[in-house]
């Protein structure tokens, strides 16, 4: 019985179109995000009138979108030519899981200025909270999902012009909140989107009964330690995938090298 022995330029190949299928996935994931993003776009108008992007003072939602795709789309097609090319593959991995790690102990070890930026970032879309429909929608969801109001509290929708406080203001939702942040009754079958009007000209004893009185952040960080199994399980997918990269880089190379060491023989 004759068994044939594959040679290492083979296995090489084989390498190589393996790692060219992975970095594909990555690649066609972020051409996904791209589409998405600019369709959304497209639906709002921004493609036609740039400085809508500008002009918005919180974030944009499909931003995000798009900067994902991006990432994305140029990291996947780095690893396709670096995998038809036989280079750049490894150093692509490595940079991108130093860079997490990095990412992971800074906003360990500098947990109160995460933590303000976080707050400032919140405040800065509570005021743009009627500017975007899709920033609107990002933080309804966050207030309903998580039973919170405005980041610290209540009182930070003060910093928006249509629930402020102020003597100035003449608007309806005047020293009201979001029906995001009212509690919800389960007898009723619509949604009250007029349940938060007027609701802290009240005394704040009284708002218990009717809206979440947690900030945001608060709830944020009291999420995390209830779930922490889920985040880790979600780290560790991505963080196997990654070693999974590194590995079928380091083999592709070390493969190529020894082709190269027999072939000068």
């Not at 002009?55 to 979108?65: F, I, K, N």
């Not at 200025?113 to 990002?138: A, C, G, M, T």
């Not at 922490?228 to 090298?257: H, K, M, N, P």
Request: aromatic letters at 14%; proline letters at 2%; glycine letters at 6%.
């Amino acid at each position: 019985m004759h068994y044939y022995r594959y040679s290492n330029a083979e296995v090489s190949c084989w390498y190589k179109y393996l790692l060219f299928s992975y970095n594909i996935v990555f690649w066609l994931a972020g051409v996904a995000f791209l589409a998405a993003g600019l369709w959304a776009w497209s639906e709002k108008g921004v493609l036609s009138d740039l400085t809508k992007v500008t002009g918005l003072h919180g974030l944009d939602p499909v931003v995000l979108v798009l900067v994902v795709g991006i990432v994305m789309f140029t990291l996947g097609f780095a690893g396709c030519v670096g995998a038809l090319r036989e280079n750049i593959c490894l150093l692509k991995f490595v940079i991108l899981w130093s860079l997490e790690l990095a990412v992971a102990v800074l906003a360990f070890l500098f947990q109160d200025w995460v933590r303000d930026r976080v707050k400032e970032f919140f405040e800065n879309n509570i005021k743009s909270y009627r500017d975007d429909i899709d920033l609107q929608n990002l933080i309804d969801s966050l207030q309903k999902i998580n039973h919170c109001c405005g980041a610290q509290g209540p009182d930070d929708w003060d910093f928006n012009i249509y629930f402020n406080c102020s003597s100035e203001s003449k608007s309806r939702e005047k020293c009201g909140v979001p029906f995001s942040c009212c509690i919800p009754d389960p007898a009723q079958k619509v949604v009250n989107t007029q349940c938060g009007y007027d609701v802290r000209k009240k005394s704040k004893s009284q708002w218990d009964d009717q809206i979440f009185v947690k900030g945001c952040i608060l709830a944020l960080e009291a999420w995390l330690p209830r779930n922490i199994y889920v985040v880790a399980g979600v780290f560790i997918a991505i963080s196997l995938l990654q070693i999974f990269g590194i590995f079928l880089a380091r083999t592709l190379i070390s493969d190529i090298e020894a082709v190269k060491a027999g072939n000068a023989f």
